[in-house]
């Protein structure tokens, strides 16, 4: 774009953040001075469960927020360092579990601030690394990879939730257990020759995690050990298995490898640095993570404060002497899309089960607390996702700040399936323009929209806002729809989940009587007999070509040979096709709107009991203190009452279902054109779910922070190295642990 392009109002970067990054850029030191030493800018961007950017595509909303602020943040090819020689800029991008680990990640490859081109990183420790895997005759052959059922287990995986119970994971029991049996003894053999310390690492997280799992339950102590070396152990290190989807989402495969990618490309880039520049005057990392990368992105910035700590924990340096040189680091910000640590709730009758049992529930192994030296950090998150596999991991027990937005999952983190109910993908850049902007303020070095638009044409494009949305005759913007719900829902700091499910519920009540509405939402056994038809009359035709072509007067080999196979493939298709739908028709289930009839019913007779009993248990209460059948029966009723959280929602149903409380349009078409509702796209969702609409988004909260210990072990801490400071000998120790850190 050239210089003339005005960019338009919807894109334009508000007043506060350009004040922000001015604030933010007062605290750096001379930029320009070379002489000063450099600066360097790093970007870790930690992708969420399934998405990948080397195979999403980057024009559909399947590609995610992650990969969009990954593409806007600068690095030494950019034609613009010329003008800041002393800055070095760096993006990592991680892709999300259940896919594979993308191979510049892989290969600890960097882009140099020397050559401007993509150079591997592998120093003499990873050449050695590498061939002690390759001397250990192939850790894939001693674990035996093609033994190992993944794809079997992941057929069953995808059985269990089709047939609405966990049964089907059970036929895999001896085939998994005799794997899993095996793999301790073969991971032996392969730590016989592989001393390398990222073994060593592996051997702690999974003590860590067995620790965890055996504090909440002593009784299992010896299922949790052997669980912790064959998962952390063998699975974790096969990449065939590590980056599955069915080992990711089972067994929580993947994180570690991730973990150890980015220390390695952090080192990696600091060298870049180094090698170029005598003096460095600071480091500054920013993170960010979605979903499940959200999960790595917390630990990466638990292990940069543990591995890089100096006097204290806000005191982080690389490289130099104790208390003298090295290179401080700082880490700016931390940004987290709906982050997502466990697949369930906690269930230590689950975890007792066999095989079920090797299913990593969460990841509150990992210390995901948020350290002290973290200077900002936001966490926005999906106020209308209702999943049981999607709870929210809450900052509220450590630092940061929260905000809500409307949508599930995806409306946040991005990735969802382009089209799918008709509703469009854009909702996720309302999210992934806030953190942008939030990013921005912190001093991450990434671009601003104008800058994007001039300098990154097309990463600009997945972020504008600028597009209007059609519906019908009528035309709207995407940030006119989203005021239009603030006004209902101010943007606040902090979960009130509540809030937003009762404008959601006054949305749904009035769609819900809508016929035209509903003959968008096929059951599954639906589509799957419309299906079987198109198939069915696909063979049909496959078969009439055939027999043409066998009546032809002149015969032609390759023609016969075409139509054969034509053929032959369509009756495997339709076959398959047929023992779908009478799989799916012999299945016993609940459509979602008799659920919803059964379940709106219920909370209508409920909320009109209400006022009965309340008056009934205050009248109770004002008996004499003595009757103790009184008191008994003022306590019953109270029981009787519903939660003030149900009350609302129940509330909402009914206002929205009566016109009460009818909502302004543009919240109908905010809902109506981009606001994803995976309990009705999703059938496997909406049967899995005990409750569906009448409840607020579950949550856990695994980043735990004590600031009095904290500031306790400062202390200690403190203390401890003014004893280094005054002894010369415990000083050239430190200072050996710094250069060369473990």
């Known amino acids: 774009m050239t210089d003339s392009w005005k960019i338009d109002p919807a894109d334009a970067t508000p007043h506060e953040v350009y004040d922000g990054m001015l604030v933010s850029h007062k605290a750096l030191k001379r930029d320009e001075c070379i002489p000063c030493g450099a600066i360097v800018k790093m970007g870790f961007f930690f ?56 191979k510049d990640a892989e290969n600890s490859e960097i882009i140099s601030g020397a050559t401007k081109a993509g150079k591997s990183a592998v120093n003499l420790a990873t050449k050695t690394a590498t061939n002690t895997a390759t001397k250990a005759t192939g850790v894939s052959k001693i674990l035996d990879i093609p033994k190992i059922p993944g794809k079997v287990a992941e057929k069953a995986l995808s059985e269990a939730f089709d047939e609405m119970s966990w049964r089907p994971v059970a036929r895999i029991h001896d085939d998994i257990l005799k794997e899993a049996n095996a793999i301790p003894a073969k991971a032996g053999r392969v730590l016989a020759f592989a001393s390398e310390s990222r073994w060593v690492a592996r051997g ?131 940004g987290l899309l709906d982050s997502v640590s466990s697949v369930m709730a906690a269930n230590e ?70 089209g799918s109910l008709g509703f469009r993908g854009e909702l996720q850049r309302i999210v992934l323009r806030d953190m942008l902007h939030e990013a921005l303020m912190a001093g991450a070095r990434l671009d601003t929209v104008l800058e994007l638009g001039n300098y990154k044409p097309e990463t600009y494009e997945k972020f504008s806002l600028a597009p209007s949305i059609t519906q019908g005759n009528a035309s709207y913007k995407i940030p006119d729809l989203i005021s239009a719900y603030r006004e209902l829902v101010p943007r606040k700091e902090g979960l009130d989940f509540t809030a937003h499910m009762e404008v959601f519920l006054r949305w749904l009540a009035v ?101 009965g009993i309340k ?13 103790y059948d009184m008191k008994n029966a003022a306590d019953t009723l109270e029981s009787m009452l519903m939660s003030p959280e149900a009350l609302a929602l129940a509330t909402a149903w009914k206002e929205g279902a009566t016109g009460m409380k009818p909502l302004p349009e543009k919240v109908m078409m905010l809902f109506d054109m981009l606001v994803h509702d995976t309990m009705l796209t999703s059938w496997h969702d909406h049967v899995l779910s ?17 600031e009095v210990e904290e500031a306790k072990q400062r202390e200690q801490d403190e203390t401890r190295a003014k004893r280094i400071d005054a002894t010369p000998d415990m000083r050239e120790s430190t200072r050996w642990s710094i250069q060369f850190p473990h």
């Open 349 to 418: 009758l689950l975890s007792m089960v066999p095989v079920i049992g090797m299913v990593k529930q969460h990841h509150g192994d990992r210390e995901l607390a948020v350290p002290a030296i973290v200077q900002r950090c936001v966490h926005f998150a999906a106020a209308h996702e209702l999943r049981f596999y999607q709870r929210l991991d809450s900052l509220e027990k450590t630092r940061g700040e929260q905000y809500l937005y409307p949508g599930t999952s995806e409306d946040i983190t991005g990735g969802a399936p382009p």
């Open 690 to 706: 005990p409750t569906l609409y009448f409840q607020t988004r579950a949550t856990d909260t695994f980043g735990l922070t004590d």
């Open 511 to 611: 769609r819900y009587q809508s016929p035209a509405f509903r003959t968008l939402l096929n059951e599954p056994a639906e589509d799957l007999k419309r299906q079987h038809r198109e198939t069915a009359q696909a063979a049909r035709e496959a078969e009439d070509a055939y027999r043409a072509e066998r009546q032809r007067t002149s015969f032609d080999r390759e023609a016969m040979a075409a139509a054969w196979i034509r053929m032959s493939e369509a009756h495997d298709v339709e076959r398959e096709s047929l023992r779908n739908a009478l799989g799916a028709l012999q299945r016993p289930s609940m459509k979602v709107w008799d659920r919803i009839d059964e379940e709106a019913a219920s909370q209508t007779r409920w909320l009109s009991t209400q006022a």
């Open 204 to 334: 702690k997280a999974s003590v860590r995690a067995a620790l965890y799992d055996i504090k909440k339950n002593p009784l299992k102590a010896a299922a949790v050990a052997v669980k912790s070396i064959a998962v952390d152990m063998g699975i974790d290190s096969i990449p065939f298995l590590r980056d599955s989807h069915a080992a990711a989402m089972v067994f929580g495969t993947g994180v570690h490898d991730r973990l150890q990618c980015a220390l390695k490309q952090f080192e990696a880039a600091y060298r870049d640095v180094t090698s170029q520049m005598d003096k460095v005057q600071y480091i500054e990392v920013s993170v960010f993570g979605a979903d499940r990368g959200g999960v790595i992105a917390r630990a990466f910035v638990n292990e940069l404060v543990r591995k890089y700590k100096q006097r204290t924990d806000l005191d982080l340096r690389i490289g130099g002497e104790w208390g003298k040189e090295g290179h401080p680091i700082e880490i700016r910000f931390l």
């Open 615 to 627: 008056r009934a248990a205050d009248l109770a209460k004002t008996q004499p203190h003595d009757n």
């Open 47 to 102: 992708d969420g469960f399934g998405r990948h950017r080397d195979q999403d595509d980057p024009k559909t909303s399947r590609y995610s927020n992650i990969c969009r602020l990954w593409e806007a943040h600068r690095d030494n090819d950019d034609s613009r360092r010329k003008d800041f020689p002393n800055q070095f800029w760096y993006p990592f991008y991680y892709s999300g579990l259940g896919t594979p680990l993308n």
